[in-house]
Nanobody, 125 residues
Framework: VQLQASGGGLVQPGGSLRISCVAS????????IAWFRQAPGQERVGLSC???????????DSVRGVRGRFTISKDSSKNTVYLQMNTLKPEDTAVYYC????????????????WGQGTRVTVSS
């Protein structure tokens, strides 16, 4: 099981960015998937969650601080999960991680078994 996150970079405040997480060694169908972030000097926090059932998206949820700005989605044909981030703010600067848990759950599941390596997002003018 491997997760490869990418797409991070430098973006201006108010801008948008889409980061990706490609899964290999397994298919994302029937997995719970999430994006987390860790800002400098802070703990890792969950942002958005997506669960699947029979290969289809079952439910999604995002924490209050990013709800309406961030959207999690999955492309089964590419075995990839995305996080579309809009109206970015300097406080969104962090390393972003994807994580998965096999099985059927509602967001959020009780734990996360596999993690990607992280992609850095910097929001600055």
């Amino acid at each position: 099981v491997q997760l490869q996150a990418s797409g991070g970079g430098l973006v201006q405040p108010g801008g948008s960015l889409r980061i990706s997480c490609v899964a290999s060694g397994f298919t994302l169908d029937d997995y719970a998937i999430a994006w987390f972030r860790q800002a400098p000097g802070q703990e890792r926090v969950g942002l958005s969650c997506l669960t699947t059932r029979d290969g289809n998206t079952y439910n999604t949820d995002s924490v209050r601080g990013v709800r309406g700005r961030f959207t999690i989605s999955k492309d089964s044909s590419k075995n990839t999960v995305y996080l579309q981030m809009n109206t970015l703010k300097p406080e969104d600067t962090a390393v972003y991680y994807c994580a998965v848990l096999p099985g059927f759950y509602s967001c959020p599941p009780p734990r996360w078994d596999y993690w990607g390596q992280g992609t850095r997002v910097t929001v600055s003018s």
